[in-house]
């Protein structure tokens, strides 16, 4: 299994910015997608979970209201719509996949990055002004 992301870039405060995770297979019948995100300096988080074909999600309380995780299953992609940026936003941002059909819960986002099998390059996101 595969992943790419795309859409990083720099971002005024306040501005929107969609990141896309496209899939070298289908995922989301049978296991869990997650954003994570890593600061400078900072460990890697876990902000938003995606599974049970897309209808199950969660979010990471810094996130929540502000990020809307998604999925177009027929593209085997995965988004996360960030808006409302803010500069403590800012990192690479990774998507991740385990092959293990879950609900998204707070659990899930809190586990180490290391469980998960599974990953994309990353794409630098930067807000600033």
Known sequence: ???????????????SLRLSCVTS????????I?????????EREGVA?????GTSRFYAD??????TISSDNARNTVYL????LKPDDTG??????????????DWILTRSPLDFPFWGQGAQVTVSS
């Open 1 to 15: 299994l595969s992943l790419v992301e795309s859409g990083g870039g720099l971002v005024q405060p306040g501005g």
């Open 25 to 32: 297979e289908f995922v989301l019948d049978g296991g869990v």
């Open 34 to 42: 997650l954003w994570f995100r890593q600061a400078p300096g900072k």
């Open 49 to 53: 979970c995606i599974g049970k074909e």
């Open 62 to 67: 810094a996130v929540q209201g502000r990020f």
């Open 81 to 84: 719509q960030m808006s409302t």
């Open 92 to 105: 690479v941002y990774y998507c991740a996949a385990e092959a293990v059909d879950r609900y998204c819960s």
